[in-house]
């Protein structure tokens, strides 16, 4: 994958009492950050529900399951909507988001009672390609194809996650979050958000002459078409 090269201004050195000064400052601010976030978190867990549908017939490679189906033996789903973009082509965010999906973090997942499902759109034989060219098998997907699914979430089209929740009356859809939501979601991006050069995406504030590019992953992405 064609990455950006880091050249450019460097962070100013300072002598270690400055830096420890700034670095005070700085934790401040998280910290504040991180209280905010607990805040909204107890919110989050403060939403009421609404009932959702759940007989979807949803095209999976062991046969059509629906939206309960999914859940497995979890009470509570995570539902990751992947983007249809077309036949000859992959969503290059989705695929970011997707690739960050460890198999280990679905077993604690599953630990807290919650299971995981991305559903798509694009068609199965579509979907079995890409997760097999992006070594996803790790991941359960279901297409959603020729049913009103992604109409219903509000998805648009777009990307989107949804958490449900099932009780014995039913499926209940608890929260939704898409855009920005999603990418506060992503290792890769937490991550580099902590470099001094940060994503070095354009759309960031940084220090006038610190290295910044386009979105980098949207450049010559490898997807299973590559080799057709």
Same mark, same amino acid.
């Given at each position: 994958?064609?990455?950006?090269?880091?050249?450019?201004?460097?962070?100013?050195?300072?002598? +270690?009492?400055?830096?420890?000064?700034?670095?005070?400052?700085?934790?401040?601010?998280?910290?504040?950050?991180?209280?905010?976030?607990?805040?909204?978190?107890?919110?989050? $867990?403060?939403?009421?529900?609404? *009932? @959702? *549908?759940?007989?979807?017939?949803?095209?999976?490679? *062991?046969?059509?399951?629906?939206?309960?189906?999914?859940?497995?033996? #979890?009470?509570?789903?995570?539902?990751?909507?992947?983007? /249809?973009?077309?036949? #000859?082509?992959?969503?290059?965010?989705?695929?970011? @988001?997707?690739?960050?999906?460890?198999?280990?973090?679905?077993?604690?997942?599953?630990?807290?009672?919650?299971?995981?499902?991305?559903?798509?759109?694009?068609?199965?034989?579509?979907?079995? $390609?890409?997760?097999?060219?992006?070594?996803?098998?790790?991941?359960? @997907?279901?297409?959603?194809?020729?049913?009103? @699914?992604?109409? /219903?979430?509000?998805?648009?089209?777009?990307?989107?996650? %949804?958490?449900?929740?099932?009780?014995?009356?039913?499926?209940?859809?608890?929260?939704?979050?898409?855009? *920005?939501?999603? /990418? $506060?979601?992503?290792?890769?991006?937490?991550?580099?958000?902590?470099?001094?050069?940060? $994503?070095?995406?354009?759309?960031? /504030? %940084?220090?006038?002459?610190?290295?910044?590019?386009?979105?980098?992953?949207?450049?010559?992405?490898?997807? +299973?078409?590559?080799?057709?």
């Amino acid at each position: 994958m064609k990455k950006p090269t880091a050249t450019g201004k460097e962070p100013d050195v300072v002598d +270690p009492s400055e830096w420890a000064h700034a670095r005070a400052e700085l934790l401040a601010a998280e910290k504040a950050a991180t209280r905010a976030q607990d805040a909204v978190a107890a919110q989050r $867990r403060r939403l009421p529900m609404v *009932r @959702f *549908r759940s007989d979807y017939a949803f095209a999976t490679p *062991r046969g059509t399951v629906s939206l309960l189906d999914l859940f497995g033996e #979890n009470s509570q789903l995570l539902l990751y909507q992947f983007m /249809d973009t077309g036949p #000859n082509h992959i969503c290059p965010g989705c695929t970011w @988001f997707t690739d960050g999906i460890p198999a280990n973090g679905l077993a604690r997942l599953a630990q807290a009672g919650a299971s995981w499902a991305t559903v798509s759109d694009m068609p199965l034989e579509q979907m079995q $390609r890409v997760w097999e060219h992006q070594h996803w098998m790790h991941i359960p @997907f279901a297409s959603s194809r020729g049913t009103t @699914f992604s109409a /219903d979430c509000g998805a648009g089209g777009n990307f989107l996650l %949804s958490v449900f929740l099932r009780n014995a009356d039913g499926v209940y859809r608890t929260y939704t979050t898409t855009q *920005r939501g999603v /990418d $506060r979601l992503v290792f890769a991006n937490s991550m580099r958000d902590l470099l001094p050069y940060g $994503r070095q995406e354009e759309w960031e /504030d %940084s220090p006038p002459g610190y290295p910044q590019h386009p979105t980098w992953w949207v450049q010559d992405l490898p997807h +299973p078409y590559d080799n057709q």
